[in-house]
C-alpha cells in the first residue's frame, strides 16, 4: 500500500511538472519576437513540423543526431574527455539500472522468463550498472570541488542533486548487504520457498548460506565439517539455485555486507532491510518528482534541444516553432559552464566582475525574465551589459553539449530589451549594431530604427543644451577634431573625398536617398572633421546606421581608420560636447599630419 502511495504521489507530481514545463514552452516567448502566436497555434505548428520532418529526408538528420550527439554525446567528448566518460557513467548507468531494475515488471520480467533480481547475470549487472554512476558522480565530485574546472558554478540545486543521487546508491547497496546477511530474511524465504521439512536438512542449508552466501545466523558460526556443506549444497541447488546466484557476485552488496557483519544480530532485531528499503524508495520517488522541478530535467530537455535543432533553421522552420524552441532551450541548459569557458568576452567579466557576460549564466538570469519574474535594477543593468557586450563570436552556440543557438537567443533578448527600454541605453548600439544591421531582414523598419533614432534624439539633445536648449547644432566648429579625438591625429587628413568608402558603404547602399536620411555620408563626415566642424560629425544619423563592417576602412586608398573614427565619434557624440584643454589647434594639427 505504501508504495502504491508512493509510487502514484511521486508520478503524479512528475507528470504535472513537465506538462507545466512543456506548456510554459508553448505559451511564452523571448522578448523581441517580432511576431505573436497563440498556444494552440504554437502546438498545432509543432506538431506539423515534427510531422514534416518524420515523413521526409530529415529523419535521417535526426536519427543522426540521436546516435551521435544524444546516446553517443560526442559533443562533450570533442570538449572534454574526462567529462565524456563521466556523463557516459551516469547517464548509462542510471539508464540500465532503471530498465534492469527499477522497471523490471515491465522489462526485465517481460523480456526474461527466467528473471530473478538475485539471479546472475542480473544480480551482478545491478552492481556493475550501480558502480559506472559511483565512479561518474565521483568524478562530478572532482571537477567541482578539487580540479575547480573555471567558470563551473556549484548551485544548491546541484548540490541537491548529488545528495539524491548519493542517498539512492548508497541505500540501494546497504540495503543490498543488509539482505545477504539477515537471519529474517533467510527464515522467510525457507518458509515460503524451501521443500523440506526435515530438521536436520534445514540446518544444513542453513550452514551453507552461513558459509557460503554470506548470511549471519544467530545459532551457528563456522568452521563447518564438509559433509554437512555438501549437503547442504545439494539442498541449495534443488530449492535456491535458480533464484539465488553466490552473495560475492553482488560485489558491492556484498562487501557492505562484510563491513556490517558485526552489527548483524542488531541490524536484524532493528529490521534494518525494511528501514532501508523505504529510505531507498522514497529517495527514488522523491528524485523523480523533484527532476522537472530542478536541473535534473535537462537529461530530458536537452536531448529534445539537440534533436530539434539538428533539423530546424531560421530559413525552413515556422516562427512559431523558433518561439517554443527557444523558450524550450532556457530549460536544455544544464549549467555545464562550457560556454563560459569559451566565451570571447570572458576577459570583460573578470574585469567588470558581471556574472551576466558569461553565457551561462546569462542564461539563467534570462530565464528568470521570460518566466515573468521582476529583475531589480541591478539585475536589468547587469543583464543588459551582459547581452550587449556580446562579441557575436559564435563560440557558445558551436560548444553547446545541449545544441542550444545561444546567439539566437542573445540577439533575440537584445532586440527584446531596446523595445521595452526605448532604446535609452546608446553606447550599448556600439558592439551590437553590425549584428543588428546583418539581422534587419527579421525586423520590422520601425522596430529597427526606432533605437536608432532614440539614440540620436538623446545625443542631439545632449549637444544643444550644452550651449542653447532649442538651437539647432552649430556647424561653427566648436572643437579641434584632431586633439578631441583620441586617435592618430592626422588620420582624417589624408582623406581627398574620392568617396570610396560611400560608394562600398552597405548602409548607404540600403537607402535610396541617403544622404536625405542619413545627414552626412562617410566620405562628408571625414571632411567635416578636417574642416574642424566636429559638431556637425557627431550630429550625423550615419553614426548609429554603421553596422561596423569595416568595408569603408578596408578600402581606403589612403588608409584612413574611418570606421574606428565612426566608432569613436559615437562614443563622443554620447558624452557629449568637451572643451579640448592644452590642444593644438586645426592648422596646427593640421600641419603635423603633413609633415
Known amino acids: 500500500m505504501l508504495f502504491h502511495l508512493l509510487l502514484y504521489t511521486s508520478l503524479l507530481v512528475f507528470v504535472a511538472g513537465f506538462v507545466h514545463k512543456v506548456f510554459r514552452w508553448f505559451s511564452r516567448q523571448i522578448p523581441g519576437s517580432t511576431l505573436s502566436y497563440g498556444t494552440a497555434q504554437r502546438m498545432y505548428q509543432a506538431v506539423r513540423g515534427f510531422l514534416g520532418v518524420v515523413f ?62 538475485t539471479a546472475n547475470p542480473f544480480f551482478f549487472l545491478r552492481n556493475l550498472f550501480g558502480l559506472m554512476v559511483v565512479v561518474g558522480v565521483g568524478i562530478s565530485i572532482y571537477r567541482r570541488f578539487i580540479a575547480k574546472v573555471p567558470r563551473l558554478r556549484t548551485s544548491a ?21 543488509a539482505k545477504i546477511l539477515s537471519y529474517n530474511d533467510y527464515q522467510r524465504m525457507v518458509v515460503e520457498y524451501g521443500d523440506t521439512e526435515d530438521p536436520e536438512e534445514l540446518k544444513a542449508l542453513e550452514v551453507y548460506w552461513v558459509a557460503a552466501m554470506g548470511m549471519a545466523s544467530p545459532h551457528l558460526k563456522g568452521p563447518f565439517e564438509n559433509d554437512i556443506l555438501t549437503q547442504g549444497r545439494e539442498l541449495h541447488e534443488m530449492s535456491c539455485l535458480a533464484c539465488h546466484a553466490p552473495s560475492r557476485c553482488a560485489f558491492i552488496g556484498y562487501g557492505a555486507s562484510v563491513a556490517m557483519r558485526p552489527m548483524a544480530r542488531f541490524l536484524d532485531d532493528i529490521r534494518t532491510t525494511e528501514i532501508l528499503w523505504l529510505l531507498h524508495i522514497v529517495a527514488c520517488f522523491f528524485g523523480l518528482a523533484y527532476l522537472p522541478f530542478s536541473n535534473m530535467s535537462h537529461i530530458i530537455v536537452s536531448p529534445l534541444s539537440i534533436l530539434s535543432n539538428a533539423v530546424m533553421s531560421k530559413e525552413r522552420s515556422h516562427p512559431a516553432n523558433i518561439q517554443t524552441r527557444q523558450v524550450m532551450e532556457l530549460d536544455a541548459c544544464a549549467r555545464c559552464g562550457t560556454c563560459s569557458l569559451r566565451c570571447s568576452s570572458a576577459p570583460a567579466f573578470d574585469v567588470l ?203 581606403c586608398p589612403q588608409m584612413v581608420e574611418v570606421t574606428d573614427i565612426l566608432f569613436r565619434l559615437k562614443n563622443m557624440a554620447i558624452r557629449g560636447p568637451q572643451a579640448p584643454t592644452d590642444s593644438p589647434s586645426v592648422s596646427e594639427a593640421g600641419q603635423m599630419a603633413h609633415a
Open 56 to 117: 521526409s529526408g530529415r529523419i535521417l538528420t535526426l536519427l543522426r543526431a540521436l546516435v551521435l550527439d544524444v546516446l553517443l554525446q560526442l559533443r562533450i567528448l570533442k570538449e572534454d574527455r574526462l567529462r565524456w566518460v563521466m556523463h557516459m557513467l551516469i547517464y548509462t548507468g542510471f539508464t540500465l539500472l532503471l530498465l534492469m531494475h527499477a522497471l523490471e515488471a515491465w522489462t526485465s520480467q517481460v523480456l526474461f522468463s527466467d528473471y530473478a533480481s
Open 157 to 177: 540545486m546541484d548540490r541537491y542533486s548529488l545528495i539524491i543521487v548519493a542517498v539512492i546508491l548508497l541505500s540501494g547497496f546497504f540495503l543490498e548487504g
Open 353 to 555: 566582475e558581471n556574472r551576466s557576460i558569461l553565457p551561462s549564466r546569462k542564461l539563467q538570469v534570462l530565464r528568470r525574465m521570460v518566466a515573468g519574474k521582476t529583475l531589480s535594477l541591478e539585475e536589468r543593468r547587469t543583464l543588459r551589459e551582459g547581452l550587449y557586450i556580446c562579441t557575436n563570436c559564435d563560440r557558445c552556440t558551436d560548444v553547446c553539449p545541449a545544441g542550444i543557438n545561444l546567439r539566437e537567443l542573445w540577439v533575440r533578448a537584445r532586440e527584446g530589451l531596446l523595445e521595452l527600454e526605448g532604446g535609452g541605453e546608446p553606447l550599448m548600439l556600439s558592439p551590437y549594431s553590425f549584428v543588428r544591421g546583418l539581422n534587419r531582414s527579421d525586423l520590422s523598419d520601425e522596430g529597427y530604427n526606432r533605437p536608432l533614432e532614440a539614440a540620436r534624439q538623446c545625443v542631439t539633445g545632449a549637444w544643444n543644451r550644452a550651449s542653447d536648449p532649442g538651437a539647432p547644432i552649430s556647424l561653427n566648429g566648436n572643437g579641434d577634431a584632431a586633439s578631441v579625438l583620441p586617435h592618430d591625429p592626422g588620420t582624417f587628413y589624408a582623406c581627398f573625398t574620392c568617396q570610396n568608402c560611400t560608394t562600398v558603404c552597405p548602409v548607404v547602399a540600403s537607402y535610396d536617398s541617403p544622404q536625405e536620411t542619413l545627414g552626412l555620408l562617410p566620405h562628408q563626415i571625414m571632411c567635416s572633421l578636417g574642416l574642424g566642424l566636429l559638431d556637425m560629425a557627431c550630429g550625423s544619423q550615419m553614426l548609429w546606421d554603421c553596422v561596423t563592417c569595416y568595408q569603408c576602412q578596408e578600402h
